[in-house]
């Protein structure tokens, strides 16, 4: 609430125009309004000032952030907005210090490998080849897998340093855990994507990301947990590893030509 004692009769002026004509002043440089309210533009300044704001242009800002917040409200009633709110719930976290400690120990990983695995099953499959295509876009040299019986290529099972990226929501679903299992025995380091850090599969990493956001199943069989989270841990991995151009440089000579 703005304390109008202190405004002078035309700074009063200039506030109850501000306000009773928003839609119109998002659209004015602060010249064109002076003359339209006819008073000076440093008037206009002391008045602004005087609601709290350093300058127009950050008073022209909040008053669309505030637009944008109503209609918002107005939406609200015609759509479903969950997903919007789940979206916002996480990244409103403080997200690098969340993953911070993850993120070093993934690129510790990283630094001698030159072929990345990704695995996961149904939903979680879509997204293992969707990482997998974000890291070869940044030329990392990886591959997915989305069947849990497909054997490995010969020359990566005798890698001695190989880097496998296991996504499950739940983290127990047991055809990834023999996969966890299997991949580890084959001295594979596994880094894994869940919904939480106590499950199984986190439990078998060297590495967790977990997401911690609203599970959420339908017909008893089918999860449908919001994957937002996943989409941008992922990317931030091959963001974090891929502009390294050391990095970038050593995996585009470990393809073949």
Known sequence: MVDLKNFTPTEILVYNYLISHSDEV????IRQLAVTIHVSSASIMRCIKKMNYDSFYEFKFSLKQKKLALQDKELAGTFNTEIFDLGTEYFDRPLLQQYSHELNAFKKLVKDTNKILFFGIGTSGTLAQYGAR??????INAFYNVDPFYPLPYDLDRDSNQIAILLSVSGETAEVIKEAVKLKEQ???IVSITNNSYCTLARLSDVNFSYNVKPEVINETLNITTQIPVIFILESLARNIGKNPTKVEKFHQSRPH
């Not at 974000?134 to 030329?139: E, I, M, P």
């Open 26 to 29: 998002m659209h004015l440089s």
């Open 134 to 139: 974000q890291f070869s876009n940044f030329r």
């Open 187 to 189: 001295k594979f380091h």
